[in-house]
């Protein structure tokens, strides 16, 4: 019952930090240049959640060919810039990083 109410109270915190924002976003003017510097926010916050999580799993740093996350990106940045296709990258980095997770787990 405790985690209801938990849950419950983010909920509300999050509804109420983030409504007068969108409340009020249809009589702001932004500035033409702020707007462009907005679109810039997306990637940014992905590449820092994305980055640690594949160089530090370990919260050491981790870049050797045994890193099949690494090797998982690569591939997937590779086939990104290659074809511009995202289902095709989730795909390709997801079949490299769990067929390199798995050749590095057998027996030498």
Do not use: C
Request: glycine residues 4%.
């Amino acid at each position: 019952m405790h985690e209801f109410f938990l849950i419950l109270g983010m909920m509300l915190v999050t509804f109420a930090v983030r409504y007068p924002v969108l409340a009020m976003s249809g009589r702001l003017q932004l500035a033409p240049w702020f707007l462009q510097l907005l679109r810039y926010v997306p990637p940014t916050v992905l590449t820092a959640i994305v980055v640690p999580a594949v160089l530090m799993p370990n919260e050491t740093l981790w870049l050797d060919h045994t890193n099949a996350r690494l090797i998982g990106t690569v591939a997937a940045v590779l086939v990104a810039f290659w074809r511009k296709n995202l289902l095709l990258t989730i795909v390709v980095g997801m079949v490299v990083f769990f067929i390199w997770q798995w050749l590095m787990t057998l027996p030498k």
